[in-house]
Structures are given as structure tokens and as C-alpha cells.
């Protein structure tokens, strides 16, 4: 089955550290996308990445970092300049399709990033 | 800065009635356009996209699209509290999704 995979579900966070959070897609979508969504809010954009090794900041970078070292693979670091991690993050893929305009997204289950 | 405006709500709607859902964008070269439904704290699912002005039929879901107007909707038919959800419409502005901040929907049963 193809699908993109978010991982951990749940995730916890010390103060001052730094976590790594998962997306990995076997549809072979060129563009990988990573959004933030607070409770009751809309999504806000991160980073993404059209294609391997290049990546573009979105709304929201400060404190965070991404790689895209293989096409199947976008992880998203939270580092400690982020002040208020607590949010549901999102990964989602986009394939460039030839001759439709089909440019739909497919969302990964999430990561809920809690701070302790 | 281009944007997608949807009324936040909640909307309330009775089970078996009607619920209409709109959305405005300022881009106007944009051509595709998508709605997502998301459950509480699930990621969202595409329900609908459309292309071409007027209406386009998926079940209960009709997706209308006005380019004059910079105007889509979403119309779910015979309401269930399933359908109880915030839905998000999402227009493409080269290349990528621009999003609304969504609009959430109560079925009273």
C-alpha cells in the first residue's frame, strides 16, 4: 500500500532539547510538505521541499530544521530556539502531475509534540 | 500575500438537512481547488477537487466553483453527524496549497 508514514504518534519533549520527527512516502511524490496546527487553529507552513537536496522556509521556520537527502524522506528537527513546541505537526506529499491539475496533497497521521 | 477565506463557524445544521460551506481566495490565476475534511485531532482527507466552473457530484458532496467570482463551495446533502467535521478549502497558487483556517461543522441529530 502506498501511503506517507509519520513518525512517532506522541512525542514528549524536555525543555533544551532537540527531537527529530519522521515522515517517510513511498508514492513517490516530488514535493514533501511540513505544517504546524495549535488546537482550534488552521495549518501554518514550516518547510518544504520540491525536489532532493533543496528545501524552502515557509511562514514558520524559526527553531526549526529539515533535510531532504532522499526523495522518500523529509524529517523535520525541533530544536530548542523553539520556544513553544506544543503543536500537532503534519507531513504531507504532492506529486507534480503532467497534463492535469491534480496538485492535491496527501497528509501523513501526525506527530502530537508535547513539551514536559 | 494570497489568501483563503472561510467563515470559522460552527456552523450548525440539522441531521438530514443541507450543509453549505464557502471560501473566497484573492489569486486569481488559480485553477485548482480542494476540499479537506479533518476530524478532531486526525490529519485532514481530500472529499472533493474541481477544476472548471460550475458544479461538480460526488455522492452527497457538490463542489462549486466560480472564477469570476474567486468563490468555491462545498453542499453536503442529507447531513449525518459523521459529516460533523471542520473543513478546510485549499487553493493552488503555483504549485502549492494555499489554505483556509477552516470552517467547523456541527450535525445536530
Known amino acids: 500500500d502506498g501511503g506517507i508514514t509519520q513518525s512517532p504518534k506522541y512525542l514528549f519533549r524536555k525543555e533544551g532539547q532537540n527531537v527529530t520527527l519522521s515522515c517517510e512516502q513511498n508514492?513517490?511524490?516530488?514535493?514533501m510538505y511540513w505544517y504546524r496546527q495549535d488546537p482550534g487553529q488552521g495549518l501554518r507552513l514550516i518547510y518544504y521541499s520540491q525536489i532532493v537536496n533543496d528545501f524552502q522556509k515557509g511562514d514558520i521556520a524559526e527553531g526549526y530544521s529539515v533535510s531532504r537527502e532522499k526523495k522518500e524522506s523529509f524529517p523535520l528537527t525541533v530544536t530548542s530556539a523553539q520556544k513553544n513546541p506544543t503543536a500537532f505537526y503534519l507531513c504531507a506529499s504532492q506529486h507534480y502531475p503532467s497534463g492535469t491539475l491534480d496538485y492535491g496533497y496527501t497528509f501523513g497521521s501526525g506527530t502530537r509534540l508535547t513539551v514536559v | 500575500q494570497k489568501e483563503v477565506e472561510q467563515n470559522s463557524g460552527p456552523l450548525s445544521v440539522p441531521e438530514g438537512a443541507i450543509a453549505s460551506l464557502n471560501c473566497t481566495y484573492s489569486?486569481?490565476?488559480?485553477?485548482?481547488f480542494f476540499w479537506y475534511r479533518q476530524y478532531s485531532g486526525k490529519s485532514p482527507e481530500l472529499i472533493m477537487s474541481i477544476y472548471s466552473n460550475g458544479d461538480k457530484e460526488d455522492g452527497r458532496f457538490t463542489a462549486q466553483l466560480n472564477k469570476a467570482s474567486q468563490y468555491v463551495s462545498l453542499l453536503i446533502r442529507d447531513s449525518q453527524p459523521s459529516d460533523s467535521a471542520t473543513y478546510l478549502c485549499?487553493?493552488?497558487?503555483?504549485?502549492?496549497?494555499?489554505w483556509g483556517a477552516g470552517t467547523k461543522l456541527i450535525i445536530k441529530p
Open positions: 489569486d486569481r490565476v488559480s485553477q485548482s
Open positions: 485549499a487553493v493552488n497558487s503555483n504549485y502549492q496549497l494555499i
Open positions: 508514492l513517490n511524490h516530488d514535493a
